[in-house]
C-alpha cells in the first residue's frame, strides 16, 4: 500500500540526524520495529524528522535517540552533549582555578601584613592621640581590599559577591574616627586579610603537590629508559609495567589534587559572601531605604499633582468667581438695598482671602521656584531675605525632587528665625555635595543661644524641630553650633538621592 511502502522506503533511508552534525561517522542501522509502527501510525512520518509528532517540536524524542542511534555523545534534554564539550569546559575551569590562587598569593601576603600592620600598631597606639584615627584609617581602607578580592573572584571563578553598603563618615576629625572605628564591614574585610593568607598557602600546597608533580609522573613513560628511572626509597621503577603504574598514582593524585582544590575554594567562596559581602541586615535596611525612597517619591509626586490641581482648577474658579461678584457690586443699582450690598461685598472679601489662603497652600506643598533648579529657587529665598545674605552652591547633580523640597523648606525657615530672633546683621547660605550627601550650612552673627529645645527659635512640630523631622524623613541629620554670645552655624547633610 501506498503508506507502507513510502513507510518502508522512509525506515531505509534512515540515519541517525546526527551524522550531519557530525556526531557519528556511519549511518546508524535501520529504525527497529517499534519505530516502524510508530512510522505507520503516524502515516508515513519519519520518527527522527522534527515536528511529525507532537511534542517532537524540540528534536527527536531522548529515549528513542539514545537507543536507535550509535551516537559517542550523551543525550540530555534532548540535546546531544559530547564528552569533549564536557572536557574543555573541565580544564577551563581548572585553568581558572589554578590562576585565581596564583593570583591570589601575592595579594594574600601583602594583604595579611596590612592587616597585622593595622590592628597591631593601631591597637598598640590606640592610647595616643595619633593611634586612633590610624586605625579608623586601617578599617576603612580594609573595605579596598574587599572589592580587589571580589573583583578578582568575580573574574576568574565568576563567583559573583554584592558589595557592601557604603560607609557613612561623619564629619569633623572626631566623626571620621567613629566612623572608622565603627565600620563593621571594614572589621569583616581585616578577619577576611587575616584568614585568607593560610587558606591561599594550603591551596598552593595542594596546587604544587597534587597537580604539578602528578604531570612529571603522567610524563614518566615518556622520558623512562632503563639508564634513567624514579626511585622512591629501595623501589625504582625501573621496567614498563611499573612505569605505567606511576603513571596511574599520577592520574590518581591528579583526581585527588582537582578536588581537594574544590573544597578549598568552597571554602574560600563561602568566606568571601561572608565576609565581603553584605549580612542579612544590611540587606534588610537596603529594602528598607528602598522602601522609603519609593513612598518618599510617590508622596512628592502626589503632592505636586495636588498642587497642580489645585492651582489649575480650584484656584482658577475661585479667581472667575471673585471677578463675577466684583462685576455683580459694580452693576448693583443705587436703589438696591444695603443689605445686598454688604453681603457682595462681603463674599468678594472672602473670595479674594480665599484665592490668598490658597496661594500659600500650593506655595507649600511644592515651591514654583525649584522648577527651574535648587540653585535658582535659593535665590530667590535670599533676594527676598530681610538680612543681607551671602549664598553659595557647588551642587554637580541635581538632587531628588523630594530633597530639594526639603533644603528649600529648611533654608527658608532658617532665614526667617534669622530675620526675626537673631538681631544678625548678615547670614550665609552655603551648599556643597560631598560623597554622595548634600550638606547645607546656614549661619548668622547672631545673638546665639538657638537650641532644639529652646521655645524661643524652636517650636514643637515648627522651628528647628520640624527642620529635624524634615530631614529625618530622607534618613538626614541637622546639627546645630549656637553658643551664647554666636555666632548660629546650623549644618543639615541629606542624600543627593534617594
Not at 198 to 214: D, E, G, K, R, S
Not at 326 to 343: C, F, I, M, Q, T
Request: aromatic residues 4%; contains cysteine; proline residues 5%.
Amino acid at each position: 500500500m501506498p503508506a507502507d511502502t513510502s513507510t518502508a522506503q522512509s525506515g531505509r533511508d534512515m540515519t541517525c540526524s546526527n551524522r550531519r552534525n557530525g556526531c557519528c561517522r556511519r549511518p546508524c542501522r535501520r529504525a527497529d520495529r517499534s519505530d516502524m509502527r510508530l512510522s505507520r501510525r503516524s502515516g508515513g512520518v519519519n520518527p527522527t524528522d522534527r515536528g511529525g509528532l507532537p511534542g517532537w517540536a524540540d528534536g527527536p524524542h531522548p529515549g528513542m535517540l539514545s537507543r536507535n542511534t550509535r551516537c559517542r555523545g550523551i543525550v540530555r534534554d534532548g540535546v546531544v552533549r559530547h564528552g569533549r564539550e564536557d572536557q574543555v569546559t573541565s580544564l577551563r575551569q581548572l585553568r581558572n582555578q589554578v590562576g585565581y590562587v596564583l593570583a591570589s598569593l601575592p595579594l594574600a601576603v601583602v594583604g595579611f601584613a596590612y592587616a597585622l600592620l593595622t590592628v597591631v600598631v593601631g591597637g598598640t597606639l590606640a592610647l595616643t592621640l595619633f593611634g586612633l584615627p590610624l586605625l579608623s584609617s586601617g578599617v576603612l581602607g580594609a573595605r579596598g581590599w574587599g572589592w580587589l578580592h571580589r573583583a578578582l573572584a568575580r573574574a576568574t571563578l565568576g563567583l559573583r559577591v554584592a558589595g557592601p553598603r557604603r560607609v557613612r563618615r561623619r564629619p569633623g576629625p572626631v566623626g571620621y574616627v567613629r566612623s572608622g572605628l565603627g565600620d563593621a564591614t571594614g572589621w569583616r574585610a581585616l578577619a577576611y586579610l587575616i584568614v585568607k593568607l593560610p587558606v591561599t598557602l594550603v591551596a598552593t600546597a595542594v596546587i604544587a603537590a597534587f597537580l604539578c608533580y602528578p604531570v612529571f609522573l603522567l610524563s614518566h613513560p615518556l622520558w623512562w629508559s632503563h639508564r634513567v628511572a624514579l626511585q622512591l626509597g629501595d623501589f625504582s621503577f625501573d621496567t614498563w609495567p611499573k612505569s605505567l603504574l606511576l603513571a596511574g598514582i599520577g592520574v590518581g593524585m591528579l583526581l585527588v589534587g582537582r578536588g581537594l582544590l574544590r573544597l578549598i575554594l568552597l571554602l574560600d567562596g563561602l568566606l568571601i559572601r561572608g565576609l565581603l559581602g553584605p549580612t542579612s541586615l544590611d540587606e534588610r535596611v537596603d529594602d528598607l531605604e528602598e522602601a522609603r525612597a519609593l513612598a518618599v517619591d510617590d508622596a512628592a509626586a502626589l503632592l505636586r499633582r495636588i498642587e497642580r490641581d489645585l492651582h489649575d482648577g480650584t484656584q482658577a474658579q475661585l479667581v472667575a468667581l471673585a471677578m463675577k461678584l466684583g462685576l455683580a457690586k459694580e452693576k448693583l443699582s443705587v436703589d438696591a438695598g444695603p443689605e445686598a450690598r454688604a453681603l457682595v461685598e462681603t463674599a468678594h472679601r472672602d473670595a479674594k482671602i480665599a484665592i490668598t489662603d490658597l496661594r500659600d497652600l500650593t506655595r507649600g506643598i511644592h515651591p514654583p521656584m525649584l522648577d527651574n533648579g535648587l540653585e535658582a529657587a535659593l535665590g530667590t529665598l535670599v533676594a527676598r531675605s530681610a538680612v543681607p545674605v551671602q549664598l553659595r552652591v557647588e551642587v554637580r547633580d541635581r538632587p531628588s525632587p523630594a530633597v530639594e523640597t526639603i533644603v528649600y523648606y529648611c533654608v527658608a525657615e532658617l532665614l526667617t528665625n534669622v530675620a526675626k530672633h537673631a538681631t544678625a546683621r548678615r547670614a550665609t547660605v552655603e551648599v556643597r555635595q560631598h560623597d554622595g550627601l548634600l550638606r547645607v550650612q546656614v549661619g548668622d552673627d547672631g545673638g546665639g543661644g538657638a537650641t532644639l529645645g529652646s521655645t524661643a527659635r524652636a517650636l514643637p512640630g515648627g522651628g528647628l524641630a520640624g527642620l529635624r523631622d524634615r530631614a529625618r524623613t530622607v534618613d538626614g541629620t541637622m546639627r546645630i553650633d549656637s553658643p551664647p554670645g554666636g555666632p548660629t552655624l546650623v549644618t543639615l547633610e541629606l542624600p543627593v538621592r534617594i
